[in-house]
């Protein structure tokens, strides 16, 4: 257990669905970041948060949306599902004491039929 | 703009023996950090060895080491009397270290699929 979490590891959904990809960050790291890795683009990054404010932002497509809570964990939104979604979505997290301390999760497998 | 290059799709190596995976990386910022990540068939990702745009010496992490060349900007992984449980994907990376924060997003390579024969 790498100490993030991410919830499902799976998900199977319908075109113009909309689904929410959950992630809880390792205890003490205040940075989450999602990243789509597809076998076309590779890995992209989605985008940021630190301590519930967004940091940055990448390649994230209108239909897409996040946000961190309160208590740290994070949520990417994807909705309108697209065939071209399909996608192993990962989250990681970092803290500023760590000097390369990103620890990812396990990933959920995204597919759109 | 920040780029990782890794031009090598695929690597074959026997056990035992030694490989290096190749990667060039591109930044105009003095200060950036260098990472390794192993993806095995199952997905998770995986760290493996980091270097400091500032570090003097090439990193090393048991069977792991990175050979960086700053000036030609090469960031070679070298993986040691390899095992078959390293076939994986490896997949070099980057982040730039704006105003001295390592809170950076990281830049990947596309990866390298590396496959161990008996």
């Known amino acids: 257990d790498s100490g993030v979490t991410q919830t499902p590891k799976h998900l199977i959904t319908a075109t113009g669905q909309r689904v929410t990809l959950r992630c809880s960050p390792r205890s003490g790291d205040l940075s989450v970041y999602w990243y789509q890795q597809s076998l076309d683009q590779g890995l992209q990054f989605l985008i940021q948060?630190?301590?519930?404010?967004?940091?940055a932002k990448g390649n994230i497509l209108e239909r897409f949306s996040a946000q961190q809570f309160p208590d740290l964990h994070s949520e990417l939104n994807l909705s309108s599902l697209e065939l071209g979604d399909s996608a192993l979505y990962f989250c990681a997290s970092s803290s500023r004491d760590s000097n390369y301390g990103y620890t990812f999760g396990s990933g959920t497998r995204l597919t759109v039929v | 703009a920040q780029k990782i290059t890794q031009t090598q799709p695929g690597m074959f190596v026997q056990e035992k023996e030694a490989v290096t995976l190749d990667c060039t990386y591109d930044t105009s910022d003095p200060s950036y950090g260098l990472f390794w990540y192993k993806q095995p068939s199952s997905g998770e990702m995986i760290f493996l060895i980091y270097q400091g745009s500032y570090d003097q010496q090439n990193a090393t992490e048991g069977r792991y080491s990175l050979n960086f060349q700053k000036a030609r900007k090469s960031a070679n992984l070298v993986i040691s009397a390899s095992q078959l449980g390293d076939s994986a994907m490896y997949f070099c990376?980057?982040?730039?270290?704006?105003?001295?924060?390592?809170?950076?997003?990281?830049?990947f390579g596309r990866g390298t699929q590396l496959t161990v024969w008996p």
């Open positions: 948060y630190y301590n519930g404010e967004e940091r």
């Open positions: 990376a980057m982040r730039v270290n704006l105003g001295g924060s390592t809170l950076g997003r990281l830049y």
